[in-house]
């Protein structure tokens, strides 16, 4: 179905609902990547925007000239370091987040009155996804059933006038997910703050908070200390909790490049990842036609949650072969003593149980940590999600730390962020709890007063609207009800407030679960031309390095209603702050130069940002232990930590579930049904489970049964229910198995969380399997 829509060639969108029931199992793939990958990307690209749009975006993905893509964070090669970017600077799942953005399926006006809102809430993620992109601001007034369009400035008055009808600031909640620029997240927490609040949850909550809380504490800084030539001249990779393949396929590159310089890789993973197996470059004759690189020399299937007990065991394994770097360790570093006397002891009995792993292999996975002379420690949602989440990157920490392996060349720690712009979106203040020189630059340079109070984040958010002492959400980007845990008591808590708004590129699960009086406004995604009064604009982005870089997007917007999101914040602001507020909110939107110009006043390390951003690489941010070796923690030194290794308790018959990404989806945004390298077509609802565990369960191969969560607290069990998933015998370690997020999100409880770090555990819920 093709049809013309405001003189854009619009192709058509599945109107029934789509079918994931069929099911292809296939073995798990042996490498990643290679031909196959090109020829899936340049498939779903033609799909989705037709051969002009595919030719004109594809080459400006990651190019000095385009876009950043809107895909990960994995940072691109920089000049400096004397590296070439390819004409392909992309990956096929950077094609396929592009695709999604840079679709020409339009959801406007005629849709939603097709569609009630109820109609809406019954489809699946990927139904919703694959209807297209926003076209028109909307309304759902309390009652009514369908969304209905309204005018910009009627829309920023109507959540003006509800929000400041609150009884306090604190009645609402600003979240904001990483996609978003920086230049829109500095105005946007200055419009939070400014209003009264400090109520900012991110998707960083529920992604790298812990790695952000174990870095502060430890190094004093919660980012990554490695840039891009760092990770390619390491002689060891420990590749934590991660599947690159998928999700940071650009990654592989650099892995490869390790491999060929001789340096080795391990993998710390419950499942066998293809992409960290072997990789095919689609860029050399090697990966075109050969078998592609063998990465991981040893690959660890580690139990879920068995990460601190490995690294607890690999630390004493270092002390007693007494490869500790004494010089780092006395000239920048406090808690040496007291963490050696309790990491000297082994316990292996225990360690084996924790890990599933063999003495042996731990051994010699410590021999190779002990020979290397520039380790560098990669990790992903497979630590930030566990219990024990902040604990385990502390004893990362600690392994790197009696190495010596902070602040030189080649080695340091390494948090892969997720989306692209999640780590900007914090250097700009988008944190529910930013320290107090912020807050004090903030006021002196606006000269309006800031709260200091701290704010909720993510699952604080959820409790308070639960309760009733947040009735308003405001979300920037991203999709709060389906990227949220336990499902079920999150949607009511979204249906029971009085105003929700979503600040939307394409239709998700959160415009369909609503507030009473909810609103939709579409914007700018990254691929598009944002032309302003003072002409056309670029944003800014930080990677997972810290480099900051212009993006600029060249294609026509999805519709000539949009508003970036810089102008949306800025219009929305002076409603909500009123004619006298002493910040020009107008002068934002014509000029985004102005908006730099007090992020180069305000946020450290942002000095003459004007100038620095136009540099072709853009500029990094300082980093004090990658530096300098300079740790402003709390004792001026990094901190070696005492970290206890709680065991999991896993009753009888049940198994340990982690919930993660298939090969064809960007967190919420449902691509397709293809988990490519792990064999699975044609369906997300499965649960992979070892085929040892499945014959101990007493089920076959192929059963459909509810998954069924168990979480007790207080000496009660609460259990939570997601019906109708397919067993596939898949060779994932013992007692644990995996679904795809966000459809096992419903088993996730509210209450379960990451100690510090307040993230939900969505890598080790204890389920049961109950036969339909
Ligand atoms: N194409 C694509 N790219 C993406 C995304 C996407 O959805 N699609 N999402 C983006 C975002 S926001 C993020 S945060 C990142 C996520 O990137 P990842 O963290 O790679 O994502 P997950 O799919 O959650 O994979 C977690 C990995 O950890 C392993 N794991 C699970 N439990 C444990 C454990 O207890 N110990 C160890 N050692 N490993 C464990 C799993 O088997 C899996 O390989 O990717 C980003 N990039
Ligand atoms: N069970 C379970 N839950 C999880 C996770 C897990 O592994 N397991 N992972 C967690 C993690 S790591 C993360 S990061 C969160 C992700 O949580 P979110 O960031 O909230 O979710 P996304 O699916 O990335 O958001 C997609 C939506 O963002 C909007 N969007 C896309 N681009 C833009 C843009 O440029 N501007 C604006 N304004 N909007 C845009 C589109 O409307 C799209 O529908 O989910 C978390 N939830
Ligand atoms: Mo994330």
Redesign the pocket.
Same mark, same amino acid.
């Given at each position: 179905m093709i049809e013309a829509h405001s003189g854009h060639m619009v192709r058509g969108a599945p109107e029934q609902d789509i079918d994931e029931s069929a099911l292809e199992v296939g073995s798990p793939k042996r490498a990643a990547a290679g031909v196959k990958g090109v020829l899936v990307s340049l498939q779903r690209s033609w799909e989705q925007m037709g051969a002009g749009r595919t030719l004109k975006t594809l080459p400006l993905l990651n190019q000095r000239s385009g876009f950043d893509c809107?895909g990960c964070a994995w940072p691109d090669p920089r000049e400096e370091d004397g590296d070439r970017r390819k004409l392909a600077e992309f990956c096929e799942n950077g094609a396929k987040a592009v695709a999604e953005?840079a679709t020409t399926r339009r959801v406007g006006p005629e849709f939603f009155a097709r569609h009630p809102i109820a109609e809406l809430a019954g489809k699946t993620d990927y139904w919703l996804?694959q209807q297209g992109r926003l076209t028109q601001p909307m309304v759902r007034l309390d009652g009514d059933e369908h969304y209905r369009p309204i005018g910009w400035a009627d829309a920023f008055d109507l959540i003006a006038e509800r929000l400041n009808g609150l009884d306090s600031p604190d009645e609402a909640v600003f979240y904001t997910?990483?996609?978003?620029s920086n230049e829109a997240a500095f105005l946007y927490q200055l419009m939070v703050r400014g209003f009264g609040t400090n109520n900012l949850p991110d998707?960083s909550n529920?992604?790298h908070e812990s790695s952000g809380s174990a870095l502060t504490e430890t190094i004093g800084i919660g980012k990554g200390s490695v840039s891009l030539a760092d990770v390619e001249q390491a002689d060891l990779v420990l590749v934590v909790g991660q599947n690159p393949g998928t999700n940071h396929p650009r990654m592989l590159s650099s892995l490869e490049k390790v491999k060929r310089r001789g340096g080795r890789i391990i993998a710390v993973n419950p499942l066998p990842e293809t992409g960290l197996m072997r990789f095919k470059n689609p860029q050399n004759v090697r990966g075109v036609i050969g078998g592609g690189t063998p990465l991981a020399d040893e690959f660890a299937q580690i139990r879920i949650g068995g990460d601190l007990a490995l690294f607890r065991a690999i630390n004493g394994l270092v002390l007693e072969a007494g490869a500790v770097d004494r010089e780092f360790v006395d000239a920048h570093t406090h808690g040496f003593e007291e963490f050696a006397a309790q990491a000297a002891e082994i316990d292996w009995a225990a360690t084996e149980e924790a890990t599933g792993l063999e003495r042996a292999q731990i051994e010699r996975i410590a021999g190779m940590v002990i020979a290397s002379e520039r380790t560098v420690a990669c990790w992903a949602?497979g630590l930030t999600?566990q219990k024990a989440a902040v604990a385990t990157i502390r004893e990362v920490v600690n392994l790197l730390l009696l190495r010596g392996m902070i602040g030189k060349p080649g080695a340091g720690v390494c948090p892969v962020r $997720?989306?692209s712009n999640?780590q900007g979106d914090r250097t700009m203040g988008i944190w529910e709890k930013m320290p107090k020189a912020f807050l004090d630059a903030l006021e002196a340079e606006f000269g309006v007063p800031v709260p200091r109070r701290h704010g909720l984040d993510t699952v604080d958010s959820l409790r308070a609207m639960r309760d009733g002492r947040v009735r308003a959400f405001v979300g920037?980007?991203?999709?709060?009800v389906?990227?949220?845990?336990d499902t079920e008591a999150t949607e009511q808590a979204l249906r029971d407030c009085e105003l929700t708004v979503q600040?939307?590129?394409?239709l998700?699960r959160s415009h369909a679960v609503a507030g009473r009086t909810a609103l939709i406004l579409p914007?700018l $995604?990254?691929t598009e031309k944002d032309v302003q009064a003072g002409g056309e604009q670029f944003v800014t982005v930080e990677d997972s390095m810290s480099v900051v870089h212009r993006s600029r997007g060249r294609l026509e917007p999805a519709s000539e209603h949009l508003l970036s999101?810089v102008a949306i914040v800025s219009r929305l602001a002076r409603r909500l702050l009123g004619n006298g507020h002493p910040v020009r909110w107008e002068v934002f939107e014509t000029d985004y130069d102005a908006v730099r110009d007090h992020i180069a006043n305000v946020v450290p390390g942002c000095e003459d940002y004007n100038r620095r951003v136009r540099e072709p690489d853009g500029f990094v941010l300082p980093h004090p232990p990658r530096d300098s070796r300079t740790f402003r923690t709390a004792t001026g030194k990094a901190n070696f930590t005492v970290n206890e290794a709680a065991p999991l308790e896993l009753p009888e018959g049940r198994l340990l579930l982690q919930?993660?990404?298939s090969h064809d989806q960007?967190?919420?945004?449902i691509y397709g049904l293809s988990d490519r390298y792990r064999g699975i077509e044609d369906a997300r609802r499965v649960v992979m489970v070892n085929p040892a565990d499945v014959e101990a369960l007493g089920f076959a191969d192929g059963d459909v049964v509810d998954l069924v969560s168990e979480w007790g607290q207080d000496g009660t069990t609460e259990e939570r229910r997601a019906e109708r998933f397919r067993i596939v015998a898949y060779p994932t370690a013992r007692d644990c198995a995996a679904a795809y997020?966000?459809e096992?999100?419903a088993l996730?409880p509210l209450g379960s969380v990451a100690e510090r770090s307040n993230t939900?555990v969505?890598k080790a819920i204890v389920v049961r399997l109950e036969r339909r």
């Open positions: 809107p953005e996804g997910s990483g996609r978003t998707c529920m992604c949602m999600q $997720g989306h999640v920037m980007g991203g999709n709060f389906a990227a949220t845990p600040i939307s590129t394409k998700n914007t $995604g990254r999101e919930t993660l990404r960007y967190n919420t945004t997020y966000p096992a999100n996730v939900p969505s």
